[in-house]
């Protein structure tokens, strides 16, 4: 038995003082002045009594919580919903979150009393600091209070385990999985983007008699010497473990995948667009989406400078500044048709426009106008085609009517100043005039939304959808 488990199995031996020391040091109560243990008690009595009433008559716990001192940090997933405050509650765990919460009347100072680590949406640097805080905490030797950290993010059906942010990770200390099941016949818990509201979850919830959760500790993961020096690995084999004891698969889409396809913009992505395929290749190169918004000008310059854009994959590497590899060969039969050695530089740097600023759909609009307009600006049908198909990722894209619609003069062309005119007066064109009878794209055919087992929310996490290029999205133009 390694030392991380020691302590846990002294306190189940050591009879009830002993579990009773063993809980005092988890809940941070022991050495504690007693007025603060007084007001650790009724806060727990309070929320335990809260989620009493929302149907949670019976929390089963399995496993054991570990010290402070051998996990300063519990990893939770997968995260769903609302209700995964459970566990916090229970535990009065530390948290990361946003800091305007603090300013929450009387939730705001419940918030502070468990000390969280705040992040500021205004500070540019806050990410920084936040790692640096969790990084100082992790290391004190079990002197804060222990952290609880959702690694994926964002919220998804529990259908598969979406890639882990590092920041839990980047210390390099042993962290302690902890997953969490709702096993109910009928599930209201689970809160995505394309599901029920937050209300209607709530009100489907309490009109349940009774509503089970499971939070299972799992042993505690000590990391090795390469996965202290590579946190993406570190959260990589902590989610492949977290993924077996839950029974799921695990798919490399990320927090930022899920603000991709809840951007809000004229041109709304369709569930299955290739887009999330291709920003998941991108990182995979090693390339940053928000470092690559500041070059889109150049490599637009540079596409709209080779004649038709076309490139092959030694040109496609150093226009990228990456060696070829399986990564970037992937990539490039995003746009290869046929596997002709060929793609239009044009058609990456528009996909590449919306992936850095998915809701500044004018932006990537006048992006690929520069790009495919000729010498005074204006295109035609066909390369207007080109532009929706790649910024929506699909394969297949009528455009004949909203082309006739924006060129009022039955020119042939249109330019990007017809084409702003027309988005400013119509703004919900692309529902009207791209895909009026459509609620979903895949090559042209139609198939009906996919369902989690609670038969309210579709599945955001694309399970059957793979890791690798789809066949039906080979080909962007």
């Not at 009773?20 to 603060?36: D, F, M, N, V, Y």
């Not at 929390?59 to 996990?71: D, R």
């Not at 809701?359 to 929706?388: E, K, P």
């Not at 087992?453 to 066949?471: H, K, L, M």
Request: proline share 7%; aromatic share 8%.
């Amino acid at each position: 038995m390694g030392p991380n488990h020691r302590g846990l199995e002294m306190a189940a031996h050591a009879g009830p003082r002993g579990r009773k020391q063993h809980r005092a040091c988890i809940l941070g109560t022991s050495g504690r002045p007693w007025e603060l243990r007084v007001v650790d008690v009724l806060l727990r009595a309070i929320m335990r009594t809260m989620w009493f009433a929302g149907g949670f008559h019976r929390v089963a716990v399995k496993g054991q919580q570990a010290l402070p001192s051998e996990a300063a940090i519990l990893t939770l997933a997968p995260h769903s919903s609302y209700f995964d405050a459970i566990p916090v509650t229970m535990t009065m765990s530390s948290i990361v979150m946003k800091a305007e919460s603090r300013d929450i009347p009387i939730w705001g100072t419940l918030i502070k009393y468990i000390r969280p680590v705040f992040v500021s949406r205004s500070d540019q640097d806050s990410r920084r600091k936040t790692v640096e805080e969790i990084k100082r905490r992790a290391q004190s030797g079990g002197k804060w209070p222990q952290i609880m950290i959702f690694p994926e993010g964002t919220c998804t059906n529990r259908t598969c385990l979406i890639t882990f942010k590092p920041g839990a990770f980047i210390p390099g200390v042993p962290v302690q999985p902890v997953v969490l099941r709702y096993p109910n016949r009928l599930d209201t818990i689970t809160w995505t983007w394309q599901g029920p509201g937050a209300l209607k979850i709530l009100w489907l919830t309490l009109c349940q008699f009774h509503n089970q959760v499971e939070i299972e500790f799992l042993p505690v993961y000590s990391p090795s010497e390469e996965e202290r020096k590579d946190p993406a690995l570190y959260a990589s084999n902590v989610r492949r473990v977290m993924a077996e004891a839950l029974g799921v698969s695990i798919t490399d889409y990320t927090f930022e995948d899920c603000q991709l396809a809840l951007a809000e913009g004229q041109l709304r992505l369709p569930e299955d667009t290739c887009l999330l395929e291709f920003a998941r290749l991108v990182r995979g190169l090693g390339l940053k989406p928000e470092k690559l918004d500041r070059a889109l000008d150049r490599h637009a310059e540079r596409a709209g400078a080779k004649p038709g854009g076309r490139v092959t994959l030694p040109e496609f590497a150093a226009q990228l500044g990456v060696p070829v590899s399986e990564a970037l060969e992937d990539l490039f039969s995003l746009f290869d048709e046929g596997g002709g050695g060929e793609i239009d530089l044009r058609e990456y740097v528009v996909a590449l426009s919306v992936v850095c600023r998915p809701s500044q759909t004018l932006d990537t609009v006048r992006l690929a106008f520069q790009m495919y307009g000729s010498q005074d600006g204006s295109i035609d049908q066909g390369a207007l085609s080109c532009i929706l198909r790649t910024a929506l990722g699909v394969a297949e894209l009528s455009v004949a009517e909203l082309f006739r619609a924006i060129d009022q003069e039955e020119t042939g062309k249109i330019t990007f100043a017809d084409f702003e005119r027309f988005a400013e007066t119509y703004p919900d064109f692309a529902e009207e005039y791209l895909y009026p009878d459509q609620t979903r794209f895949q090559s042209g055919t139609q198939t009906p939304p996919a369902l989690t087992a609670n038969g309210f929310c579709t599945d955001f996490s694309p399970e059957n959808s793979g890791i690798g290029p789809d066949p039906l999205c080979k080909k962007l133009d």
